[in-house]
């Protein structure tokens, strides 16, 4: 049962006679508890909706063309409360965090429901047996898994739950049912890297093609670690061994199935030197949104729209910066590079920023505060308009991680700021046009 808060004007509902307050019991006979409930059974072209109304309860019938929506409300998106997550992992971000951020940043999402919706990563501790069926009857697909290991002992320590290893069944389940996965491996030096990676990769690979893609990834160690277990991050040269050893499984799998399965993250090319691969290494990006191909994609798309540079107002005068973390540093300035050669009354500034806030483990844009940009770009020369990346703030673009708003950062710097997503087309576009 879920509260319905408004109606759209000119809808099916409102058309059908639903109000705003009313409570939607079930569809077509089946309970409606979340979004995925509603969503799945919302979906015929024939719906009776069992609504609660005061003291009646009462049934209404909707013919509809199938998928389209009817125009109810809800008072959150999930339609109940958000499931957090119940592990304590060794290397998990949120517990490395210092007081004082955004009251969201503290939130530990394990949520399956927003698995689907939004891509994020579920450890599978928090699925019940019916959450499971549910998945599996209704083929929410695609899911993203946190596997880290599959190895049950050492996940149960990893997690720090004893039910870690247990959980591990939820997979077969899913691919037995057909469900397609996502899965990622947070790799941490010296606990599930060597050896133990090794099995995972086959364990994990034995589950293809449901197991479309794994990403292995470095864990994000800030300087807040204190009491917590000792991790340390990886050398330039054990960034190269977990390269070698994952590049050669993913060619096997390429060799036996004509895909890579296992792809590294970005941040394991940069610490080691070692060039990033080239877009077929990523067989469509399966997971750039996790960080494992997004300098390769930006790089070919900043390329592609450069040819069409002749496009836009090559003659204006542009004084510009840019500023990003220590990570994508060396690709921005190069592309900028590119860019000011292709239009010599142009001129971009491209700033590293380092994070003393984090701490020097932690080189991602994503996680630049608006403290270190202050601090950092204070008294620089930032020209007409300075442009950062778009991952640094929220998601309604307003606020960084430490609560400094973007209005307040082009305040304090006297420049005008725009945003850019993680796209080479899009850089282009905005550093042309605005």
Known sequence: MVKICGVESGSLAEKAGLLPEDYLIKINGEDINDVLDYRFHIANKKIILTVHRGEELFDIKI????????????????????RSCRNKCIFCFIDQNPHGLRDTIYFKDDDSRMSFLTGSYITLTNLSDSDIDRIC?????????????????????????????DSLSAIKRFCDAGITLNTQIVLCKGVNDKEQLT?????????????????????????????????????AEECAEVIAQVKEFSEKCREKHGCGIFYLGDEFFIKSGIKLPDA??????????????LITSMKDEFYDELDFIDTYDTEKERDLSIATGEAAYGFISEIAKALCNKLPRTKISVYKIKNNFFGENITVAGLITGTDLKEQLKGRELGQRLYLPSVMLRYENDLFLDNVSIDELSDFLGVEISLVNNSGYELIEKLMND
């Open 63 to 82: 013919r509809k063309p199938e998928y389209e929506d009817i125009g109810l409300e809800f008072e959150s998106f999930l339609m109940d409360e958000k």
């Open 137 to 165: 009857k209704m083929k929410i697909s695609p899911i993203n898994i946190s596997v880290h290991t599959t190895n049950p002992g050492l996940r149960c320590k990893m997690m720090n739950n004893r039910f870690a290893g």
């Open 199 to 235: 099995r995972t990769m086959n364990d994990l690979e034995a589950f293809y093609p449901q197991i479309q893609s794994v990403s292995v990834v470095p864990c994000g160690l800030t300087k807040f670690r204190e009491g917590l277990f000792p991790l340390e991050p990886f050398t």
């Open 280 to 293: 077929e290494y990523y067989d469509g990006y399966p997971q750039i949104e996790n960080g494992v191909g």
